[in-house]
């Protein structure tokens, strides 16, 4: 499943021309975070677009056409056909062996937008769909997941994490690529996944599937307001956290019934990307595998675009430390056994943390707490009875959130 390295014809497209030469075209709301990255938002609805227009329409004006062929008559009645671009042609008149040429270059030259159909496609049962759609990142038609052909990975969902790691980039780099196929995947689990139901106040007539059919194809948006959907294995919804609070709450409850108790720590971490050095080297060496070019990651701007860029990257190595955290930090240095964590996107930041809970197999500290109240200590003795508990154990002596000692020193 390769599809390619991108010719240099289409290398260096603006999105504007790549939209061009589309023969299908996602619409897609896009949108500038405040800290500078990108989101999307709604669901993706794909026109059909004729982008051969400009070969249909006949006859062209002079000003129009921006290629020129010259026959070149030889002997014997045979010819050679010459096709010149006509700034090639402007370009060798303007030469100094030709005079003097004004050029204009305040002439505005509008190129008109192909015309799309007011019928969208199916993202889902249209074939070569990524090729027609994005056709800079397809060109040579291969590597599509909508192709008459074996499938090579077992969903869409891997499809775009394989592509994701395409050993130039492009996929990563697309600025609404990632989005387009996120949605899809999306969508598609929720019509396989989920399940909907019609709210109905006491009393009213039952409503049979054709006769919602009915009234949906009448135009009937009434029952928009009725319908609620559950589909727990939709990630981000308010369903699937519900399920995983469950998970937790089992989880709890489980380690209590195995005298284990109660989590002996909570524990939160974010993404400091600016300040992981392994990450920067991570960056570098992708960048130079990816394009070739050295890039100075100490320049905070470069450093900024790479992080925006390469998202992807930012998020395993984060997903990976994180795991790396728990396994060779907290539970050889602390003790814990079980832990949870749950990773979340701050909006406001644009970029992930982490919430988790520990577990130890001698159900410390709340032996020690459960002591404390039963000697009748006040909160602040508990307080100091715990953070002795910590620096004979652990050696931490930094209780204060600011991560300083009772000193005042960090």
């Given at each position: 499943?390769?599809p390619k390295?991108?010719?240099?014809?289409?290398?260096?497209l603006?999105?504007?021309e790549?939209?061009?030469?589309c023969?299908i075209?996602?619409c897609?709301?896009?949108?500038?975070?405040?800290?500078?990255?990108?989101a999307?938002?709604?669901?993706?609805?794909?026109f059909?677009?004729?982008?051969?227009?400009p070969a249909?329409?006949?006859?062209?004006l002079?000003?129009?056409?921006?290629v020129i062929?010259v026959?070149?008559?030889?002997?014997?009645?045979?010819s050679?056909d010459?096709?010149?671009?006509?700034?090639d042609?402007v370009?060798?008149?303007?030469?100094?062996?030709h005079?003097?040429?004004?050029?204009?270059?305040?002439?505005?030259l509008?190129?008109?937008?192909p015309?799309r159909?007011n019928?969208?496609?199916s993202e889902?049962?249209?074939?070569?769909?990524?090729?027609?759609?994005?056709?800079?990142l397809?060109?040579?038609g291969?590597?599509?997941f909508?192709?008459?052909?074996?499938?090579?990975?077992?969903?869409?969902?891997?499809w775009?994490?394989h592509?994701?790691w395409y050993d130039?980039?492009r996929?990563?780099?697309?600025?609404?690529f990632?989005?387009?196929?996120?949605n899809?995947?999306?969508?598609?689990?929720?019509i396989?996944?989920?399940?909907?139901?019609?709210?109905?106040?006491?009393?009213?007539?039952?409503?049979?599937?054709?006769?919602?059919?009915?009234?949906?194809?009448?135009?009937?948006?009434s029952?928009?307001?009725?319908?609620?959907y559950?589909g727990?294995?939709l990630?981000?919804t308010?369903?699937?956290?519900?399920?995983r609070?469950?998970?937790?709450?089992?989880?709890?409850?489980?380690?209590?019934?195995?005298?284990k108790?109660?989590?002996?720590f909570?524990t939160?971490?974010?993404?400091?990307?600016?300040?992981?050095?392994?990450?920067?080297?991570?960056?570098?060496?992708?960048?130079?595998?990816?394009?070739?070019?050295?890039?100075?990651?100490?320049?905070r701007s470069?450093?900024?675009?790479a992080?925006?860029?390469?998202?992807?990257?930012?998020?395993?190595y984060?997903?990976?430390r994180t795991?790396?955290?728990?396994?060779?930090?907290?539970s050889?240095?602390?003790?814990?056994?079980t832990?949870w964590?749950?990773?979340?996107?701050a909006k406001s930041r644009?970029?992930?943390?982490?919430?988790?809970?520990?577990?130890?197999s001698d159900?410390?500290p709340?032996?020690?707490i459960?002591?404390c109240i039963?000697?009748?200590?006040?909160?602040?003795?508990?307080?100091a009875?715990?953070?002795e508990?910590?620096?004979?154990h652990?050696?931490?002596?930094?209780?204060?959130?600011a991560?300083q000692d009772?000193?005042?020193?960090?």
């Amino acid at each position: 499943m390769d599809p390619k390295h991108i010719p240099s014809e289409l290398a260096d497209l603006t999105v504007v021309e790549q939209q061009l030469i589309c023969r299908i075209s996602p619409c897609i709301n896009v949108h500038m975070l405040g800290h500078g990255g990108i989101a999307s938002g709604g669901h993706c609805v794909t026109f059909p677009q004729e982008v051969n227009e400009p070969a249909k329409i006949f006859p062209r004006l002079p000003e129009e056409i921006n290629v020129i062929r010259v026959t070149e008559a030889g002997q014997n009645g045979t010819s050679k056909d010459f096709v010149e671009k006509v700034e090639d042609i402007v370009s060798d008149v303007v030469g100094q062996a030709h005079g003097d040429v004004t050029i204009n270059k305040k002439v505005q030259l509008l190129l008109p937008w192909p015309t799309r159909e007011n019928t969208p496609v199916s993202e889902f049962t249209t074939h070569h769909f990524f090729t027609l759609a994005f056709p800079c990142l397809f060109p040579y038609g291969t590597g599509d997941f909508y192709m008459n052909r074996p499938r090579t990975v077992s969903s869409m969902c891997d499809w775009a994490e394989h592509l994701l790691w395409y050993d130039d980039g492009r996929f990563a780099h697309h600025p609404y690529f990632k989005f387009v196929v996120h949605n899809m995947i999306m969508r598609k689990r929720a019509i396989e996944n989920s399940n909907f139901v019609v709210h109905q106040k006491l009393g009213e007539q039952h409503l049979s599937i054709s006769e919602l059919r009915e009234k949906i194809q009448n135009g009937d948006n009434s029952l928009a307001k009725q319908i609620l959907y559950f589909g727990a294995s939709l990630r981000g919804t308010s369903q699937y956290w519900a399920q995983r609070a469950k998970e937790l709450r089992a989880l709890i409850q489980y380690q209590i019934n195995d005298k284990k108790g109660l989590p002996a720590f909570f524990t939160t971490g974010s993404c400091a990307e600016y300040h992981f050095k392994p990450l920067r080297r991570l960056l570098s060496i992708y960048l130079k595998e990816t394009s070739g070019t050295d890039v100075d990651l100490s320049d905070r701007s470069k450093l900024f675009e790479a992080l925006q860029k390469n998202t992807h990257i930012v998020a395993k190595y984060f997903d990976l430390r994180t795991n790396d955290y728990f396994h060779d930090v907290m539970s050889p240095a602390f003790g814990v056994t079980t832990y949870w964590y749950r990773q979340e996107f701050a909006k406001s930041r644009g970029m992930v943390h982490w919430h988790g809970l520990c577990w130890r197999s001698d159900r410390e500290p709340h032996n020690l707490i459960n002591e404390c109240i039963e000697k009748g200590l006040s909160d602040a003795e508990c307080a100091a009875t715990l953070s002795e508990w910590a620096s004979i154990h652990f050696g931490l002596t930094g209780s204060h959130p600011a991560g300083q000692d009772e000193n005042g020193l960090s």
